[in-house]
């Protein structure tokens, strides 16, 4: 998940994930109000699916894919347009849907909204032979609606109607990276990816209809002054581009803005948008650090500015590329000194360049670190300047504000000072997202940068004492790493239980809306078997919702995605079902432990073991030879790690050893788990990282080297393997970072310290010693990211800390695993050895839960 494609589900509800659906300040009006009399009167049947309203044509059985027929609209025009196509459709006897309410079509038009959904507002399923007539036929009725051009689709004519092929009956699943993907099934069963690219293509084998053309361009563009043209930057608002321009012999930015977006809650346009840039760029211009504006114009309703090249990294960036303390496990003392005398160099000037843009009667009004460029020699430069406004102007509400740096203060100059106090606190403690969720903990990190980094300079030290001062009403200590903590942590996640809902039992993570709420990685499986082994058992309401969801079918057939996963946790409440889906591969690249056929393979082998079942044994076997196929293609899996690489299958292969005493299986996960070494990279300090997407090196759980060293460790139980074991230690060093933004446990600190807390015990010297080290200091803190409810009970934030997550993934789940094998040594993650846990003298407890106290703010 990304920041920006959460921005719809933040709408609704402060504290978690939710549907824009729900979003009642964007429009609780239902879309169909007009038309659901006459649609039931034609026999039409209405049905939710997710966001969208379903009306089925009685006596219709759709196919599984074709061609589709979408309108678009914006929030205003949403209800007559899905007024004149329920019409429509009632008229000929043609399926279709439509976004439920007011707010979702608003939702789904903002600025971060999914490009390849932009202005999607009905989708009509029309039968092929009909086709060209129906999409013929409402252009003609829906001639003068507007609405942004649906980015997927081929246009049909100038107007609101766009054609693409694809799912009929979409299957959602996870590919073997761990991305949501869209699939339509084949007449022999196959599944075929539906792809949603933000341009329209088709299947090599699909005729494409003759649509009418569009209306001829009038004139040669302005676009065609410029030349090697390549993008920095989308979004749905429209785009942002690096271009050379001829005619002064200089690099540009061009910024495009797409008619009939409305980026922000408050419904501008995208156009008025860029245009209140294009105000502030005219009035700022010769400000040093603000973009030199050349010009503006309009092309085929799309508006441009252009302005000179910014040269530059986003202080965002520069921060995960330079702070120590994200890049070492040790960094030295001068190190951490230099930095922190680099990171108040950058906010001085940065001060200035605020200060020079106020003495011009402006602010910014949307200071974070993604719109803070820094150059190579540390200058800095603000971009993005479409929420800016006049100091003398009325004070408004900026919605595009990113979460933790806006503020509710009313005064422009105040916002602008406490958003960039945050800014220096953020360079010293980069965990301003959570504080959104929870105020108070601006003080546990401002008392953290102050213990931390000692006396700080003096411009970095008023900004925190500004915030200690703006924050006072908020002010609270750190949560308690203590004995206590995993009953709050289970006390939090019982009490935000919803039985009633159909959709979700437990809030988590953004896949729930994909994938649904019953998954063991995002939903109620992970979490229901959580409780039931490290947090005092599950509530009956828990495991009644879960087995109401079996019977009513999983989609997918996975350990965390599917059947697989709620069976295993069922089957530890006391419900045994087996899984009805083959056990072996479906595709070529479905074998991994999260999704694939290794996590089914040792489901089955669990399952079998316990209901005596042979042939769910059997069928375990079968997978792991078919998997056991692949590896001469190690290539077939393109990440590292366990959930999603070769770590995954290596932990079958062991389990498939321990139980036969056949060396083949031993070679066979030695393989595996080798291919994921290869995939590794020797960070020098920062240790041994996996290297995924775009040559970026992971540590993390799901996709890094601290996955593989949890393997590694399991496979030392068995065979002695020097090579191997030297591993160990650069893994422990990529484990041990002192900065992690996240608590969770398959992307961040979570998983960093069950590594580390599994792997200690194969270290000696220096090694473990650095390695016990690291562990305590990652319990010690992750009060910097916990949320104390005031109601006896603590709460994680999930995924970017953008909202809680009660999930096994990315919240409080999978932290309640991590400190119930601390403290018992049962397994937090399914298939893992029981460990032994070491104590310390006398109090009962595991050592490592005795914290040092670097994240209290009361000492």
Known sequence: MTIASAEAF?????????????????????????????????????????????????????????????????????????????????????SFKHLMTVSAARAFNLKNAPRSSSGKVVTIYPRAEDLVRHADALAERLQGFVGPRILTDLPWGDGIVGVRYGAFRNVVRVDATGRIRNYFRTEAGGLIQD??????????????PP???????????????????SALHFSNAGGVYRAWDPAGERWVVIKEARPHVEPGAEGESADAHLRRELTALAALRGTRGVPPLISSFEDEGHFFVVTELVEGESLQRWLALHHPLVLSAFPSARDVDDYVTRAARLFE???????????????????????????????????????????????????????????????????????????????????????????????????????????????????????????????????????????????????????????????????????????????????????????????????AWLE???????????????????????????????????????????????????????????????????????????????????????????????????????????????RTGDSVWLDRCVRAVDIDVSRCVDRGAGGLQALGEGSRAIAYLAH?????????????????????????????????????????????????????????????????????????RHLDCLPLTLIDSGADDVRVPGDHCLRQSMDFANGAAGLIAVLGEIASGTPAVPFLSRRTVPRDRGAGVPAFLVPSGIADSSR
């Not at 010293?428 to 700080?456: D, F, K, N, T």
């Open 349 to 543: 000037r940065l001060e200035r360049l605020s200060d020079a843009v106020q003495a011009r009667g402006w602010v910014h009004d949307d200071v974070h670190p993604g719109n803070i460029l820094v150059d190579d020699d540390d200058e800095v430069a603000l971009v993005d300047w479409e929420c800016a406004s006049e100091i003398e102007a009325a004070a408004r509400w900026a919605p595009l504000r990113r979460q933790g740096f806006g503020s509710a203060l009313v005064a422009p100059r105040e916002r602008e000072r406490q958003a960039l106090d945050r800014i220096a606190l953020w360079m010293l403690a980069p965990y301003q997202h959570v504080v959104a969720l929870a105020p108070e903990l601006e003080h546990v990190h401002i008392a953290y940068a102050r213990r931390r980094y000692g006396a700080l300079p003096e411009r970095l030290e008023r900004a925190l004492v500004r915030l200690s001062t703006a924050q006072s009403a908020e002010r609270g200590g750190p949560v308690p790493v203590d004995r206590s903590l995993t009953r709050r942590l289970a006390t939090g996640v019982r009490a935000s239980m919803q039985p009633a809902r159909a959709d979700r039992l437990f809030p988590g993570s953004l896949e729930q809306f994909s994938l649904g709420g019953a998954t063991y990685a995002f939903g109620a499986a992970g979490v229901v078997h959580v409780l039931e082994r490290h947090g005092g058992g599950a509530p009956r309401e828990a495991v």
């Open 704 to 776: 890094g080297s601290s996955g593989i060293g949890l393997v590694i460790d399991e496979l030392l139980d068995v065979v002695d393997l020097p090579e191997l074991r030297a591993r160990l230690e650069p893994i422990t060093a990529a484990c041990s970072p002192e900065v992690v933004v996240q608590p969770a446990l398959f992307s961040g600190r979570a998983g960093l310290a069950l590594a580390l807390h599994r792997l200690v015990p194969r270290l000696t010297g220096a090694p473990a010693e650095r390695a016990r080290t690291a562990l305590s």
């Open 211 to 229: 649509a009418p053309p569009a209306r001829a361009s009038a004139g040669p563009s302005p676009l065609e002054a410029y030349r090697d043209y």
């Open 548 to 658: 109401s969801e079996w019977v009513k079918g999983v989609p997918a057939s996975g350990l965390m995605d599917g059947e697989a996963g709620v069976a295993l946790a069922l089957a530890d409440t006391g419900t045994m079902v087996l899984p009805t889906r083959d056990v072996g591969p479906a595709h070529p690249d479905d074998i991994t432990y999260a999704t694939g056929a290794a996590g089914r393979a040792l489901v089955a082998l669990e399952l079998g073991d316990r209901t005596g079942t042979a042939e769910a044994t059997a069928r375990a076997f079968a997978a792991a030879e078919q998997i056991a196929a692949m590896l001469s293609h190690d290539d077939v899996l393109p990440s590292a790690g366990l959930l999603y690489g070769w770590s995954g299958p290596a932990l079958l292969f062991l389990h498939l050893f321990r």
């Open 10 to 94: 933040l709408l609704a509800d402060a504290r978690y994930f939710e549907s824009p659906v729900l979003w009642r300040q964007g429009g609780a009006q239902m879309l169909d109000e007009d038309a659901r009399s006459a649609l039931a009167a034609a026999g039409f049947a209405r049905r939710s699916l997710g966001v969208w309203t379903v009306w089925d044509a009685p006596e219709e059985e759709l196919p599984n894919a074709g061609w589709k027929i979408h309108l678009s609209a914006t929030a205003g025009s949403a209800r007559e347009v899905v007024a004149a196509a329920a019409a429509y459709c009632a008229e000929e006897g043609v």
């Open 195 to 208: 792809e949603r690219n933000p341009w329209f293509e088709a299947p090599d084998d699909i005729e494409v």
